[in-house]
T-cell receptor, first 111, second 113 residues
Framework: GQQVMQIPQYQHVQEGEDFTTYCNSS?????IQWYKQRPGGHPVFLIQ?????EVKKQKRLTFQFGEAKKNSSLHITATQTTDVGTYFC???????????FGQGTELSVKP | DTGVSQDPRHKITKRGQNVTFRCDPI?????LYWYRQTLGQGPEFLTY????????KSRLLSDRFSAERPKGSFSTLEIQRTEQGDSAMYLC???????????FGQGTRLTVV
């Protein structure tokens, strides 16, 4: 079955440093979504990528979808303490399918 | 608040008891998902509905778990004969259709003692 894997599991950075998390799927995805979960909270949608090779930016966050639509990355430039949380990617194997989440990357930012 | 709501927020039950959780999705959302999340892990897919039809159930899920969405609106997740390994956060999410973003509820935290 479809599996979505993320690395690293944890990332500790100094405020101002950059952060990247990588997501890989065992199968080709129709789209990929990214979510953020703050400690004690629930996942909150950040963005969706649909096209092969697509790149989207949200302020300091840059999201990429691989050419083969099997991998994705999230890059945060100059992290801030407000970026703390766990970042999940989630993919649909086909357009009508279920949404499968990766294990997440927990980001901690030291001020 | 017109977001996804889940009830109860917390449930403590003795091993062997049955529990039922409720999820009210965002109105007009035809897709509803149930996930289970344990500490340090991502949401694990349990099942999902398109309107009242249950389209898929995780093969990892035992027969003790059942979910319904009788009128295509709210959904219930029942766990029979609970075990300590069932302790987790149970998350419900809804979306407006296939491939669309999911909106999560606050979750129901289940503790089996």
């Amino acid at each position: 079955g479809q599996q979505v894997m993320q690395i690293p599991q944890y990332q500790h950075v100094q405020e101002g440093e950059d952060f990247t998390t990588y997501c890989n799927s065992s199968t080709t995805l129709s789209n990929i979504q990214w979510y953020k979960q703050r400690p004690g909270g629930h996942p909150v949608f950040l963005i969706q990528l649909v096209k092969s090779g697509e790149v989207k930016k949200q302020k300091r966050l840059t999201f990429q979808f691989g050419e083969a639509k099997k991998n994705s990355s999230l890059h945060i430039t100059a992290t801030q303490t407000t970026d703390v949380g766990t970042y999940f990617c989630a993919g649909n194997e086909n357009q009508g399918g279920k949404l499968i989440f990766g294990q997440g990357t927990e980001l901690s930012v030291k001020p | 608040d017109t977001g996804v709501s889940q009830d109860p927020r917390h449930k403590i039950t003795k091993r062997g008891q049955n529990v039922t959780f409720r999820c009210d999705p965002i109105s007009e959302h035809n897709r509803l998902y149930w996930y289970r999340q344990t500490l340090g892990q991502g949401p694990e897919f349990l099942t999902y509905f398109q309107n009242e039809a249950q389209l898929e159930k995780s093969r990892l899920l035992s027969d003790r778990f059942s979910a319904e969405r009788p009128k295509g609106s709210f959904s219930t997740l029942e766990i029979q004969r609970t075990e300590q390994g069932d302790s987790a956060m149970y998350l419900c999410a809804s979306s407006s259709g296939q491939g669309e973003r999911a909106f999560f509820g606050q979750g129901t935290r289940l503790t089996v003692v």
